[in-house]
């Protein structure tokens, strides 16, 4: 009986350790004055792993690698920042031309705490142009189809003909299922005039209300490698 109840405990245990597989990645992302930075989005370069910086700048991701490079989006700035080897992250961003970055043991030792905070909101998925590719696809929201929860794609985008979707019923004052479009910042009525070739990464919002009742159904945020060079050379 007590060979038994040692059993049952190392599989409760595995499944445990399991459930949390991925090394948690803390960090924050402050101003030049040390002011937090809220609603930064953060991904890993060439990946479609994502987060967002909460009101105190924090942010988590899993299983980053010493050689990853984080994108840091702030409004329309992109900053590459590579991770160099470090297990946690501070961020500290002076202007477009000087940043601060360093690695904080507290932060290591937070392990999960800043990642779950993240992946308990629910409210943002985001994946990368190059595996929206990979999906054999020619259209965005069909490449979207079955990899972000709770998306409803019909149609396969033949004929010229963009897909349905929706992602949150019918919100709208319009009664439309339809998410709201937003394609390097600017809020458009269609998909079917960016090429999947051109995107560099995708986001959705299933609560978008920072558009106020345009969002009421959600939004989709395409980010292309043309948004990104003209950050660049803004810089």
């Known amino acids: 009986m007590r060979t038994l109840y040692s059993f049952l405990i190392l599989i409760a245990v595995t ?33 479609h792993k994502y987060s967002r910086s909460d009101k105190m700048g924090r942010f988590g991701l899993t299983d980053v690698k010493p050689s990853d490079t984080l994108k840091v989006i702030v409004k329309k700035r992109t900053y590459n920042i590579p991770v160099a080897n470090k297990k946690s992250i501070k961020i500290y961003l002076a202007d477009e031309r000087q940043l601060r970055t360093e690695e904080d043991q507290n932060l290591v030792d937070f392990g999960y705490g800043f990642v779950k905070r993240r992946e308990n909101t629910g409210v943002s998925n985001g994946i990368s142009g190059e595996e929206l590719r990979r999906s054999g696809y020619t259209d965005i929201l069909s490449a979207l189809q079955g990899r972000i929860p709770g998306l409803n794609v019909g149609g396969n985008g033949s004929g010229g003909v963009e897909p349905s979707v929706s992602m949150r019923g019918t919100n709208s004052f319009m009664l439309s299922q339809t998410p709201l479009f937003v394609v390097d910042g600017v809020i458009v009525d269609t998909l079917m005039g960016v090429s999947l070739i051109d995107v560099d990464y995708v986001e959705v919002l299933k609560d978008a209300s920072i558009y106020g009742s345009r969002g009421a159904n959600g939004a989709i945020l395409v980010r292309t490698k043309h948004g990104l060079s003209n950050d660049n050379i803004s810089k």
Do not use: C, E, W
């Open 15 to 47: 499944i445990g350790t399991n459930a949390q597989s991925g090394v948690p990645f803390n960090g924050m992302v402050f101003d030049a004055a040390g002011a937090p930075l809220k609603n930064v989005r953060i991904y890993v370069h060439d990946s």
